[in-house]
Every structure is written in C-alpha cells, then in structure tokens.
C-alpha cells in the first residue's frame, strides 16, 4: 500500500473578479479563512502589489503552504493549497474559488511525497526501489470543478481546454472531458455535453411541438449551440424559425468547435439567426409564433438571462403566441434539495398560462435532475396518449433521428413524485 505525505491542490481559477484579485488586502483575507476552513495551523504570511496590478502572496501553515498569483487585467488567478495532516484542503480550494468570484475553475489533484506502508505481516522495510505509484492520480490530469450549488461540485477529468475566453457576456469555454467528451460550459457551469445533450435538447423541444397541433412558427430564446434549433428543424411541419441568441461568440465557437450540435441546423433557409437581447426582442417586436422555447441560461444577476423569469417576461412571451400557442421554459434544477428555483418560476407562470405542465428529466453531466415548464392556455401535454405521440412523431418528424423521446418517455416526463407537486402547491 501507498499513502502520500501531503495532498497538493493546483487552482486555475478564471472569470474572476478584477476587483478582487488586485486587493491586497481582501487576498490576504481570503487567503488566511482558507486555511482557516481547511483547519490548518498558521503560522505566518506574506503579500506584495505589483505595479500597476497583480497581488502575489504565501501563507505558511504547519501542514505546508497556501498561495496564490493573481492577473486582474485578465480575470485569472493560480492558486495552490498544500497540507499535510488532518487538514480538509477541499474545503480550503472550494473557499478561494467563492471568494474570488471565479466563473470557471480547474484543479490538479497530487498525492506529494507517497510513502509505502508496512503491514502486520512484513518483517523487513520496504525496499527503496520499490515501484512508484501515483496514490491519487497523475499530475497530468487538471479537474474541471463544476458547482451544481454552493455546497456540492462535480469534478470532470480534463483531457485538454479546446477554447476559453471571456466574452462580453460570460465566461466560454469548450473541453474534452474523459467521461462525457466535449463539453459547453458557460461562467463555470456545463451546459451540454456531446455524450448526452441529445437528452436535453428532445426532452426541452419535442413535447412542446407534438403537444401543438400544427407549429409552423417557432422562436427561439438562446440555445446558442444550436441543438435546440436543430431538433425543432426535425418537424416538417416548420415554416420559419427565429432564433434570438445575445452572444454571437458562443455561436461562433459552437460552430467551430462543436458542429455536431447544430448538424447543420444555422444554414437552413426556414432559420433567422438574430444576435440581439431576448428581453429586447419580446419588447420591441410584434411576430406571433406558434411555440416559443426559452433555452436561456439560469437568469443569476450579471447574467445575460437576468430579468427573463420575471412575470413581465412571461407576459411578453404570451404576447407573442398566436391563439394555441405553446411556451416551453427551461427552468432549472428538480433536485429535491434545489428546487425552489423551479418552483418560484412555476408559481409565476401560474398567473399568466392557464395551462402549466412541469416535467422532469435526469442529465448526468448536471448530477441532478433538470426540468423544464410546458405552458399553453388551450392545450396540454399530458392529454397525448403514448400512441397519440407516435403518431404524430411519425407522421411530421424525421422520427428515426430521435434517440430519446418517444410516446412512452412523454408520458414518463410529467410523471412527477407526491413531494414535488407538494412543493409546487405549497402556500
């Protein structure tokens, strides 16, 4: 057996706040409640401002070491936690990656100096050429740490960061993880991934458009990879699709880097691509459509989502469907311990749909459960009978390019548990 001596947390921490990281004196703060929160004992530590920006420091514990350099002029800042001991150094990174606002963050993982360890049974000391094991794992592999919230992270093996920059909107990047291939990840949070995004992109667009009886009009509220817009392109019934995206960047890069999402879907005659602010959009013009799908990030504050889960927001999107229409609204986390976003966004659509119909899927790249609103004042989902969704699959959808949804996984969405709709209801 082997067992390290220290464990060693490389931080590559980008999208922080500028702000921040060229604070002296909140850096050293947040540096020393880091080894506070990974128990360590302080000993000393020192700091120093570069010129015109920049803040490096060290904070010497009895375990080992914290650091950290920080670039504010490009967001970034590397960070490493060394210890040794009965320290909690996870907790130590998990707190410098909250604390300097950081919109994506990688970590290396080492095992420092491992040490064989003598059993019961061995009657001499290991030799001193035995072979060298990594007891955590190799110092090649850089974790991709995404925060499903504030408590909880999902830790992604990166194979290599295929893009990363920062756009005016958000943090961008695209990276091929081992478990789930390339993956989308907006300001730190995946988005989609090549393994399974085919789950979300049919469970969020085709319940909405077999639920309709003839959508021949769709807009589309963000969706910049285009799979969205691709699955509703599956339709034949389709005549025009307005997609209304604020980042042309995440377009661009999604085209770039990750083609297989659209498959084509932004050179179709029936698409108009339009860059422009949703909420301006809503506001400013005056087509009618037979299904709107909102695929817009979380609206958190900063974001460019901000403001769309608002009562006003619905109010425009109703204004814009024709008699019959349909909105889907991709609505958040189902998890039973993250639900009351989902819920305060369902107990506002309640005052301007007469129709709601919440359903639930499982996306493993998330680690939760995911879910999204069908809302319509004359129809509703959960009146098609698996065999009534069939037939509408085949008749008007390149049904055999599903690999998904089908009559029984319609029905099975809005199949929700007692908890859930409790929730939902509760006064």
């Known amino acids: 057996m082997v067992k390290p001596l220290g464990v060693h947390y490389l931080l590559e921490l980008r999208g922080c706040n500028p702000t921040v990281i060229n604070d002296l004196p909140e850096v050293r703060r947040v540096l020393l409640e880091a080894a506070r929160q990974a128990n360590a004992t ?253 695929d817009l990030t979380d609206p958190a504050p900063g974001t460019p989502a901000e403001g769309l889960a608002s009562e006003e927001a619905f109010q425009a999107m109703h204004r814009h469907l024709r008699p019959g229409g349909i909105l889907v609204n991709q609505a958040g986390s189902t998890g039973i311990s993250e639900l009351d976003y989902f819920v305060r966004v369902y107990r506002t659509m309640v005052s301007v749909f007469r129709h709601l119909a919440p359903c639930s899927i499982q996306i493993t790249s998330f680690a939760e459960s995911w879910g999204f609103i069908v809302a319509s004042d004359m129809y509703d989902p959960r009146d098609l009978t698996p065999e009534e969704v069939e037939e509408r699959l085949s008749r008007r959808c390149e049904r055999e390019k599903l690999r998904y949804y089908d009559g029984f996984i319609h029905r099975a969405l809005f199949t929700l548990p007692r908890w859930f709709w409790q929730a939902l209801e509760a006064v």
């Open 42 to 294: 302080i000993i000393d530590s020192r700091f120093h401002q570069f010129s015109p920006q920049g803040v490096s420091g060290v904070v010497v514990v009895g375990e080992s070491h914290l650091s950290i350099h920080t670039w504010p002029e490009y967001g970034y800042a590397s960070a490493d936690v060394y210890t040794c001991g009965h320290t909690d150094p996870m907790r130590a990174a998990a707190y410098i990656i909250e604390a300097l606002q950081a919109k994506s963050a990688f970590c290396m993982i080492i095992g420092r100096g491992e040490r064989p360890l003598m059993s019961e049974s061995d009657s001499e000391p290991p030799s001193s050429i035995a072979t060298f094991r990594w007891g955590l794992q190799p110092p090649s592999d850089w974790l991709f740490l995404d925060y499903t919230n504030p408590s909880a992270a999902v830790l992604l093996r990166v194979k290599d960061v295929l893009y990363s920059s920062r756009s005016p909107y958000q943090q961008i990047e695209v990276l091929d993880t081992e478990a789930f291939g390339r993956c989308l990840v907006l300001d730190g949070r995946v988005q989609s991934t090549e393994v399974e995004e085919f789950i979300y992109h049919e469970a969020l667009v085709h319940p909405a458009m077999v639920t309709h009886p003839d959508p021949r009009t769709v807009l589309i509220l963000g969706g910049g990879e285009g799979a969205t817009l691709r699955e509703v392109l599956r339709h034949r019934t389709v005549e025009r699709v307005v997609m209304v995206e604020i980042d042309p960047q995440v377009v661009e890069i999604c085209r770039r880097y990750l083609p297989e999402w659209s498959d084509g879907a932004f050179d179709d005659p029936r698409v108009t691509l339009i860059i422009d602010d949703a909420a301006r959009y809503l506001q400013e013009k005056e087509d009618l459509f037979d299904v709107i799908i909102c």
